[in-house]
């Protein structure tokens, strides 16, 4: 394949993650090499990382901004708060789930699986009835992914807490907010996260290369204690580095302006208006999804995700064809289903930088693609309910009013 050929038009991204970057963003990010020594740097540093607690809707925690991914963030949030053979609870119902088992088992952490099928989320009674009979309070941390990226289901974190409370457990509440973070509801005082990761190419919807993570007092105290063997994820020396605006090592100068500005766009909307804005996005790719005919792999609707939505294609039909059709044929981009669930499902991303009329080429293109992979699918069954919605919901841009 030619990779150097460009369509004309763009290319209509809806995976979810990476996700499209504002050209504010871009041309923020856009400038000479700079010396991150030079004496204008500590101020703008320290703006960056109080900027970050925005983000984690926190007032107590720690930010920490490290050059990395999502994946980062997981190896940080358990090798600055764990030792070896430490009990950590867990949920698996997806493949980012099952990718941060792994790294907690190669760590050599002692792992209890709660394996949930692919679909649903964290189930908090069974998570309650473990803490309730650890009476030694041996397990030392219960990590859940909030947004399941691969199946389209939204964890209750909240829920989680008062599990973890209702068993009295001091254990640590470690949250993958990769998908979640800057889209959907996340309060990281209020819910008592003690680690909270995300990335920076979703709903900051930045380039990938950014691994945020936000770390309470409890988890601080922690680390002190802490024996999983980290260097490059060391909270300690960010610690020692970053109260006088300096970083341990060579910071992403470009990522640190993205992010500034991105962050600078999610204050200037405002959280509640940028939560609110992805459940419309949301509601309206469901409502094409019900028009068509099809199912969300999401079980239950407490759990349906407004980050990204996940749609199951019927027996018999390969979800991938779907997928690499809508790119060939309409440069579009929509996820393929992982692992288990690969053929059976496809992804569309409404995460970060998105609005009702781009989301309508992604649901125009998915129908379209769908079609001509052989589905029964009448044009304008999905698209017509979606525009609908979006036509009666969308809010007026409020400085145009
Ligand atoms: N966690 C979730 C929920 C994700 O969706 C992803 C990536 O898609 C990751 C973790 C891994 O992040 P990264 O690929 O940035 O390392």
Redesign the pocket.
Known sequence: ADYSYTPAGRNHLFV??PVNIHDRVLRAMNVPGQNHRDPWFAAFFKDVLADSKYVFQTQAGTPFIFSG????G?EAALTNTLSPGDKIVTFRYGQ?SH??IDMMQRMGLDVTVIDRPWGEGADEAILQDILAKDKDKKIKAVAV?H???TTGVTSDIKGVRAAMDAASHPALLLV?G??SIGALEFKFDEWRVDVAVT?S??ALSLP?GL?LVCASDKALDHMKTAKLPRCYYDFADQLKTNPAGSTPYTPSLSMLYGLKESIAMLKAEGMDNVVARHHRLAEGTRKAVEGWGLELLCAHPRWRSDSLTVIKTPQGIDSNKIVKHAYSRYNLSIGIGLSQVNGKVFRIGHLGNMDELMMCSAISGAEMAMIDSGMKIKPGSGIGPAIQYWQETAKVIPTRE
């Open positions: 979810p993650g991914t999502g994946t980062g997981w980012f990718l941060w992914v947004n399941e990226t993958d990769v998908s990335g190419q979703k990938t691994a």
